[in-house]
């Protein structure tokens, strides 16, 4: 299970809270860590990094909270637990939708200050079609939403929870039944951050799932009425 931390415009959140909710996260979602940062031109940040320590995920901490922590700036985090896909810095998110990108050598990644969209995805999408069986279900959508008119149908599609918008041989329409359980965040310089799907809030941030708290043991026992965490 994968988790998603995303903060929009006109939010500045705290950043104990935040740090506290990633390591808890990153207990269960150690394959990968990745944000994109936007910042008030519209221009991306991206950091992208495979099999991450636990100093890497200080570290991303550190750098949303110095640089996406304003007013006027969004973010997006992810973290991964591979469930379809290979472990890579490809199949780490949020996926930078720009096909020329080979990750395919990397560890970690970083692009600065860059016009474009990235996307992050927590579920699972069956049935897709894929010349590299490494690929996870998310970097198959992200390479198919990197063809603008794609993406646009993707966006009007979901919204409307429609398959008849589609033309007919349009990729995404044999997948979109199967994604409206998904949670999508999309982070681009081109419109506000997108959440799609049901999403936590706490304290000005949006969660894909619960997986940011910490969960609570409760062991009884026979010979005592008391309850212990």
Same mark, same amino acid.
């Given at each position: 299970m $994968?988790?998603i931390?995303?903060?929009k415009?006109k939010?500045?959140?705290?950043?104990?809270?935040f740090?506290?909710?990633?390591? /808890?996260?990153f207990?269960?979602?150690?394959d990968?860590?990745g944000?994109?940062?936007?910042?008030e031109?519209?221009?991306l940040?991206?950091?992208l990094? $495979?099999?991450?320590?636990? /100093?890497?995920a200080? =570290?991303?901490?550190?750098?949303v909270l110095?640089y996406? =922590?304003?007013y =006027?700036?969004? @973010?997006?985090?992810?973290?991964?637990? *591979?469930s379809?896909g290979?472990? *890579?810095? +490809?199949?780490? %998110?949020?996926?930078?939708?720009?096909?020329?990108?080979?990750l395919?050598? @990397?560890?970690?990644y970083?692009?600065?200050e860059?016009?474009?969209k990235?996307l992050?995805?927590?579920?699972?999408?069956?049935?897709?079609? *894929?010349? !590299?069986s490494?690929?996870?279900?998310? +970097?198959?959508?992200?390479d198919?939403?990197?063809i603008n008119?794609?993406?646009?149908?993707?966006? %009007?599609g979901?919204?409307l %929870? $429609?398959?008849?918008i589609l033309?007919?041989? =349009?990729?995404?329409?044999?997948?979109?039944?199967?994604?409206?359980?998904?949670? @999508?965040a999309?982070?681009?310089?081109?419109h %506000?951050?997108?959440?799609i799907? !049901?999403?936590? *809030?706490?304290?000005?941030?949006? @969660?894909?799932?619960?997986? #940011?708290?910490k969960?609570?043991?409760?062991?009884?026992?026979?010979?005592?009425?008391? #309850?212990?965490t």
């Amino acid at each position: 299970m $994968c988790l998603i931390i995303a903060k929009k415009k006109k939010k500045v959140i705290d950043g104990t809270f935040f740090e506290n909710c990633l390591l /808890e996260a990153f207990k269960n979602n150690y394959d990968s860590i990745g944000y994109t940062i936007k910042n008030e031109k519209g221009k991306l940040s991206s950091f992208l990094h $495979c099999k991450p320590t636990e /100093e890497i995920a200080r =570290n991303v901490i550190t750098e949303v909270l110095n640089y996406g =922590n304003h007013y =006027n700036r969004e @973010f997006v985090v992810h973290l991964r637990k *591979t469930s379809v896909g290979a472990i *890579t810095c +490809r199949n780490a %998110q949020p996926i930078i939708l720009d096909k020329s990108i080979d990750l395919n050598n @990397f560890i970690s990644y970083r692009k600065s200050e860059y016009i474009g969209k990235a996307l992050a995805h927590n579920g699972t999408i069956y049935n897709y079609i *894929t010349n !590299n069986s490494l690929d996870s279900d998310s +970097r198959y959508l992200a390479d198919l939403l990197s063809i603008n008119s794609v993406y646009k149908y993707f966006l %009007q599609g979901y919204f409307l %929870q $429609c398959q008849n918008i589609l033309p007919k041989g =349009n990729p995404l329409k044999p997948i979109m039944s199967q994604i409206f359980s998904s949670r @999508f965040a999309i982070i681009s310089s081109f419109h %506000q951050l997108i959440l799609i799907d !049901n999403w936590f *809030t706490e304290n000005g941030l949006y @969660f894909s799932n619960d997986g #940011y708290k910490k969960k609570e043991i409760m062991i009884y026992s026979e010979h005592d009425t008391s #309850y212990y965490t």
